[in-house]
T-cell receptor, first 117, second 117 residues
Framework: AQSVAQPEDQVNVAEGNPLTVKCTYS??????LFWYVQYPNRGLQFLLK??????LVKGSYGFEAEFNKSQTSFHLKKPSALVSDSALYFC???????????????FGGGTRVLVKP | GAVVSQHPSWVICKSGTSVKIECRSL??????MFWYRQFPKQSLMLMAT?????????EQGVEKDKFLINHASLTLSTLTVTSAHPEDSSFYIC?????????????FGPGTRLTVT
């Protein structure tokens, strides 16, 4: 069974400082990894994904994430955080991108990011 | 990008009544629809998976007679919460799984906040 862990419930960072949101995963095969952001009372917004290729993935709003197979991690990073980055961030994993029975996206518990001015 | 709409965005209903939530894909067709539920400050939990024209597959612990899912067309799926109770108050998010020319993608609706009084 696949699983995702986000060890931090909340991350506090000062505006302008680097932001890191941690994620580790467990799958039986090759992972397909995703990061989403959610603002209050809103749906999920896609930030970036890793399917294959370069381990460093660049996404929306200046975010990037690095796939580390040996550590089974996919941490989200932003070099300089903005107050507007304050939101709830979800890491997710699936084992396949092929439409098939049992192919589901599993979410981590979420990490609340608070960027203080 | 793909546009997914949900209606209503907010709904308040009395205990014992039923509520229908519509999810529409506005510029694409989705043969598979996932429905998620999100309690406050928690992650998304998959409720059920439906394929157009067939019965939905429910996750363990989700009552199929309480949460009725209809996926009658490739652009419309509905979730009906029957005989709602206060513990059904939650944020419901639909998520179409789409086949594109370059592969598959999973999108998310903006969510529906249900409050049962």
């Amino acid at each position: 069974a696949q699983s995702v862990a986000q060890p931090e419930d909340q991350v506090n960072v000062a505006e302008g400082n680097p932001l890191t949101v941690k994620c580790t995963y467990s799958v039986s095969g090759n992972p397909y990894l995703f990061w989403y952001v959610q603002y209050p009372n809103r749906g999920l917004q896609f930030l970036l994904k890793y399917i294959t290729g370069d381990n460093l993935v660049k996404g929306s709003y200046g975010f990037e994430a690095e796939f580390n197979k040996s550590q089974t991690s996919f941490h989200l990073k932003k070099p300089s955080a903005l107050v507007s980055d304050s939101a709830l961030y979800f890491c997710a994993v699936r084992e396949s991108m092929i439409k098939a029975a049992g192919n589901k996206l599993t979410f981590g518990g979420g990490t609340r990011v608070l960027v203080k001015p | 990008g793909a546009v997914v709409s949900q209606h209503p965005s907010w709904v308040i209903c009395k205990s014992g009544t039923s509520v229908k939530i519509e999810c529409r894909s506005l510029d694409f067709q989705a043969t598979t629809m996932f429905w998620y539920r999100q309690f406050p400050k928690q992650s998304l939990m998959l409720m059920a998976t439906s394929n157009e024209g067939s019965k939905a597959t429910y996750e363990q612990g989700v009552e199929k007679d309480k949460f009725l899912i209809n996926h009658a067309s490739l652009t419309l799926s509905t979730l009906t919460v029957t005989s709602a109770h206060p513990e059904d108050s939650s944020f419901y998010i639909c998520s179409p799984f789409v086949q594109l020319a370059e592969g598959y993608e999973q999108y998310f609706g903006p969510g529906t906040r249900l409050t049962v009084t």
